[in-house]
């Protein structure tokens, strides 16, 4: 719970306030210090730092340098949390089949880009390309978004091999190519908007949610009884951090918080994510010019999630979010209710549906049983059902996860005929949430 203990700290709120809408990094900095002493300091001179500050720099500082406890990577089963392609290529697999079958249905012809942001280890890539290169597809050209150097490495080792890259230079939009062992060309870029504006297939996921959030709270009945959360030092617990609230509304509760939020007295807390809302006006506009689809896959909620749900992962643990600060994941839902009114109205968009909902949908029960068929090993067979159980349970990824789709309005008409795009088929019908299944 937070303390409303703001002493002499007020002279932050304008430093604070200086960005309200704070663009993504445009390159690789030098991480900013993130460790618990750095935060203190800075606490200690300028004041409490607001939640969205605190997550930016250690989730900068976390995705830019090599952990330490010998860690290597932050990803899978030697890293902090799993993703679901990390889990299984049934994932990917899946993910693959639905871009080519979705481009197929625009009438797309000649090349296009695969973008993928925030490629983690680059295995999701991986699968995708083998269903294409499977589906003999030959114009597709793979641009990955990364900020992290030491991921951007293992993107390349995990579909590039041994094959030797090149850096960009300031003339180049991207800042290093590659080839795949297939001679499919990849990309990387530090942000959505240096990628080539040509016909795309875009795909998110688990990108947003390690986005920063701004936390805002609720401490009384009317509409203006909200205060933002910040991050201070505790002054009970020496080399701790605490959160607190600021004494009154702050210029980010008064722009960021909806009137319909101020106006139920149902939510007391209330996150926003700025830059996920960037990220997909930025996807609407490329796909509104250029051509092509969007997917989105994260935790989230279709807004109607009224706590908190800032995290922390480390060792597949969850842990409390102010500890060990820089050296562990952090993560917040996604308002897929938000994301989806902002584009609206220029855009198809389909979801949010629950992540077993649209893997159901994609047949993934058909892919686990042939891949069970043709495994005599028991110890793969039951890696197989157990991942199946995590991506589709409801209590695990099955329920927590969310997709969500997007369309160019000038591919309505089609769009209208299908009943939806494939995995969400029935949403159109007001179909969210159907069966979850578990083996
Ligand atoms: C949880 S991982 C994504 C996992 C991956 N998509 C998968 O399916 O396994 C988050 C990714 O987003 C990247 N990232 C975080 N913030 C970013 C930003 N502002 N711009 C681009 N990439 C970012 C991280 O470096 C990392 O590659």
Same mark, same amino acid.
């Given at each position: ?5 703001? =002493? ?33 300091? +800075? ?78 280890? =680059? ?55 590659? +080839? ?119 935790? =989230?909620?279709?807004?109607?999630? +009224? ?74 067979r039951e890696q197989l059902k157990n991942a199946f159980r995590i991506m589709m349970s ?17 591919? +309505? ?5 299908? =009943? ?20």
């Amino acid at each position: 719970m937070p303390e409303d203990c703001w =002493g002499g700290y007020r002279s932050c709120l304008a430093r604070s306030f200086a960005r309200s809408s704070p663009p993504p990094p445009p390159a690789q900095q030098p991480p900013q210090a993130a460790s618990h002493l750095a935060f203190s300091d +800075k606490i200690k001179v300028s004041g409490p730092i607001s939640v969205f500050q605190y997550m930016q720099t250690c989730l900068g500082a976390y995705y830019a340098s090599k952990l330490n406890e010998g860690k290597t990577t932050i990803l899978g089963e030697k890293g902090d949390f799993i993703t679901s392609p990390e889990l299984s290529q049934m994932f990917g697999e899946l993910i693959g089949v639905w871009c080519y079958y979705e481009l197929a249905n625009t009438g797309h012809k000649g090349n296009w880009q695969l973008i993928e942001v925030g490629p983690g280890t =680059g295995v999701l890539s991986r699968q995708v390309l083998g269903v294409l290169h499977h589906f003999r597809e030959k114009g597709v050209s793979l641009h990955l978004v990364e900020v992290s150097d030491m991921l951007m490495a293992e993107q390349e080792k995990t579909l590039c091999g041994d094959n030797k890259g090149t850096d960009g230079t300031d003339a180049t939009p991207y800042v290093r190519r590659n +080839k795949t062992a297939n001679g499919t060309d990849v990309y990387w870029y530090r942000q959505l908007k240096q990628v080539p504006s040509d016909f795309s297939v875009i795909l998110a996921h688990e990108f947003l949610d390690a986005l920063p959030v701004y936390q805002f709270k609720r401490v009384g009945p009317t509409e203006g009884d909200w205060r933002e959360v910040f991050v201070d030092v505790d002054p009970d617990h020496s080399g701790k951090l605490r959160f607190a609230l600021s004494p009154n509304e702050t210029l980010h509760s008064k722009g960021l918080l909806p009137p319909a939020v101020r106006a139920d007295p149902s939510i007391e807390e209330w996150e926003v994510n700025v830059d996920a809302g960037d990220f997909v006006s930025q996807m609407a506009d490329r796909l509104t010019e250029s051509g092509g689809v969007g997917l989105v896959i994260d935790y =989230g909620h279709a807004g109607d999630r +009224k706590r908190f749900s800032l995290r922390s992962y480390h060792n597949h643990q969850l842990a409390d979010p102010l500890d060990n600060p820089g050296q562990q994941d952090l993560t917040a839902d996604v308002d897929f209710g938000h994301l989806k009114s902002l584009v609206e109205e220029d855009m198809c968009v389909y979801g949010p549906i629950s992540q077993s909902d649209f893997l159901n949908n994609l047949g993934i029960h058909l892919r686990l049983m042939k891949l069970l068929r043709n495994c005599t090993d028991e110890q793969q067979r039951e890696q197989l059902k157990n991942a199946f159980r995590i991506m589709m349970s409801a209590d695990e990824m099955g329920a927590r996860f969310k997709a969500m789709a997007f369309f160019p309005k000038s591919l +309505k008409e089609i769009l209208d005929l299908r =009943g939806g795009p494939s995995g969400f088929a029935g949403d159109a019908k007001g179909r969210t949430q159907s069966k979850s299944t578990s083996t």
